[in-house]
């Protein structure tokens, strides 16, 4: 990991009343990197992320945010601050057009230019939300609505995007493209933490990586280098 960390985990443990999900976990993303979170399903890696927005609340331990403990903040403010979650399951609000959802997006922004101009931008980067802005947004394809769910996200005008299972339903074809979309917006500037099922691609994808298992960290390194360790490979990537 690089010196420049945008978000820091230390120690944190969270519950769902009295099952502890996460059990003092320690994790760093640096600025401009893709950290993927991998484990099994029940694991934790979608809890951690809730902690990281504050849906969740941590019983222990600290979340700093370019050196600021956001631990118990507000899920707006943390998402004002630039701590973006896209949910597993896109969320795309039904009777909602493409346009109304992604203006939702920027509920944290007062600036109507900036509104604007952001709308703007994620229509540059989707184009065919652009074409279907006046759409119901439910009636997008899977595919689509994944390009709307991050689009939303971007509205926010994230510094650290929290990306949960972005690939989850959608065609082999889909995935590899939504794969690629993840990969631009990080080559844009975007930092990256990714919870997703296919380890193989995420590892393609990240530059450093974590492995939960029953809510504390089993592994963790170089992306690269958990490509090709043997645990990693029999027990997500195959033979």
């Known amino acids: ?20 999900a996460v059990k003092g976990i320690d994790l760093e993303v640096a600025r401009g990197q893709i950290v993927t979170l ?3 399903n029940g694991a934790g890696k979608t809890t951690t992320l809730k902690t990281i927005s ?25 998402a004002r601050a630039g701590v973006v979650h896209v949910p597993e399951g896109r969320h795309v609000l039904r009777g909602l057009s493409v346009r ?13 230019t900036l509104r604007r101009d952001r709308l703007d931008q994620v229509f540059a980067q989707f184009p065919i939300l652009k074409t279907r802005a006046n759409s119901d947004g439910s009636l997008l394809s899977g ?15 994230p510094k650290i995007m929290l990306l949960d299972e972005p690939s989850m ?27 997703e099922q296919n380890a193989r691609l995420a590892l393609k994808l990240a530059h450093f990586g974590y492995v939960l298992e029953s809510g504390e960290i089993r592994l963790k390194g170089e992306a690269s280098q958990l490509r090709s360790d043997p645990s990693i490979v029999q027990a997500y990537l195959g033979t």
């Open 1 to 20: 990991m690089t010196s420049d960390i945008i978000l820091k985990l230390e120690g944190i443990a969270s519950a769902y009343g009295k099952i502890d």
């Open 38 to 40: 991998l484990g099994a």
């Open 54 to 78: 504050g849906i969740v609340r941590a019983k222990t331990g600290r979340v700093l945010f370019e050196g600021q403990d956001i631990t118990s903040m507000p899920a707006h403010i943390i």
């Open 100 to 112: 109304e959802n992604l203006e939702l997006g920027a509920f944290t922004v007062k600036d109507a």
């Open 143 to 157: 595919g689509e609505q994944q390009m709307l769910a991050i689009g939303r996200a971007l509205m926010h005008g």
């Open 169 to 195: 339903g959608l065609a082999p074809k889909l995935v590899l493209e939504t794969m690629k979309i993840v990969k631009r917006l990080n080559e844009t500037g975007t930092t990256i933490l990714l919870v």
